[in-house]
């Protein structure tokens, strides 16, 4: 490994077992890494796992319901559309599943489901409607139980070793059963504006990345993926994919909830950052390089 500041580091991937990376930003105490052979973007080193963490704590959780129902909902129905079609059904474990939303949504369309989130304030608030498991994935024992359908909706760049969570979540599968992810691409305007800006003030501005890799969170970014990248990764767990959708992160109507309950931008710069982003966002949409990826495999 070379000293921190080092155009290259070697640690292994954990998609291709490359272990030839190349900086790709450092920042908030941060360094990511591509790796030359296959692209992925990693955090090295990570930091020791900080335990079950709050990260819906500092937020306006009324102003973040109406970000979930005016945006997340109708995203999740078009979520169950795209799963239907792709053959989900019967028991679906959605893991991250937050306050519930897309158990709720999940329930309505027929499934049988169950959610697992780390969260004491969203686990607790779901577990009143729902069965949630509160812990980490990983760390917890469920027995015997199998499902047909997995999701995790802005989970996989979050967790330390996406490898083994894939791993995993291929052994509670049923043969045939489905997996649904949604994670950030980093191949989107967003993201490499905010690396752009970064680089060019010598990174001096980080806030862009800070708030897009959530660096000041206690469940940070530890991943970037694209689609060829998130492929390979699902691949190497079992699964075939089945297909894949572009979607940005917000709508123009959603954005100043999101920017709320963050908050990112109050009076007249945060008027400046909206007219910015709903910019960005238009463009992405435009050219297809919108800031997340969907993915849907069957095992």
Request: hydrophobic share 40%.
């Amino acid at each position: 490994m070379w000293p921190v500041g080092h155009p290259e580091a070697s640690f292994p991937c954990f998609v291709c077992g490359g272990n030839r990376q190349k900086s790709f930003f450092s920042a908030a105490g941060g360094e990511f890494w591509r790796c030359r052979a296959c692209g992925v973007v990693r955090m090295h080193p990570l930091p020791q796992p900080a335990g079950p963490g709050e990260d819906y704590q500092g937020f306006d959780l009324t102003t973040y319901r109406k970000f979930m129902e005016k945006f997340r909902i109708p995203q999740y129905e078009r979520d169950i559309a795209s799963m239907r079609r792709c053959g989900a059904s019967g028991r679906l474990l959605d893991i991250g599943c937050g306050m519930g939303e897309f158990l709720d949504v999940a329930a309505r369309h027929g499934f049988s489901v169950t959610g697992i989130e780390p969260s004491p304030t969203a686990s607790e608030i779901a577990a009143r409607r729902h069965i949630v498991l509160r812990g980490e994935f990983l760390d917890l024992d469920l027995g015997d139980r199998r499902f047909d359908t997995v999701t995790l909706w802005s989970v996989l760049e979050h967790v330390h070793s996406p490898a083994d969570v894939l791993t995993r979540i291929g052994a509670l599968t049923e043969r045939g059963g489905v997996l649904a992810l949604r994670v950030p691409d980093v191949r989107g305007i967003l993201p490499g504006l905010a690396r752009a800006i970064h680089k060019v003030t010598f990174g001096r501005v980080s806030d862009p990345l800070r708030v897009l890799y959530q660096l000041d969170w206690h469940y940070k970014h530890f991943t970037g993926f694209d689609r060829r990248t998130l492929a390979r990764a699902v691949e190497n767990a079992g699964f075939t994919v089945l297909s894949f959708r572009r979607e940005n992160s917000f709508t123009w109507s959603s954005l100043g909830l999101r920017m709320d309950y963050i908050p990112l931008g109050r009076g007249i710069a945060g008027v400046i950052i909206k007219a910015g982003l709903g910019f960005v966002g238009l463009a992405a949409r435009l050219i297809g390089r919108e800031d997340e990826l969907v993915c849907i495999a069957r095992k």
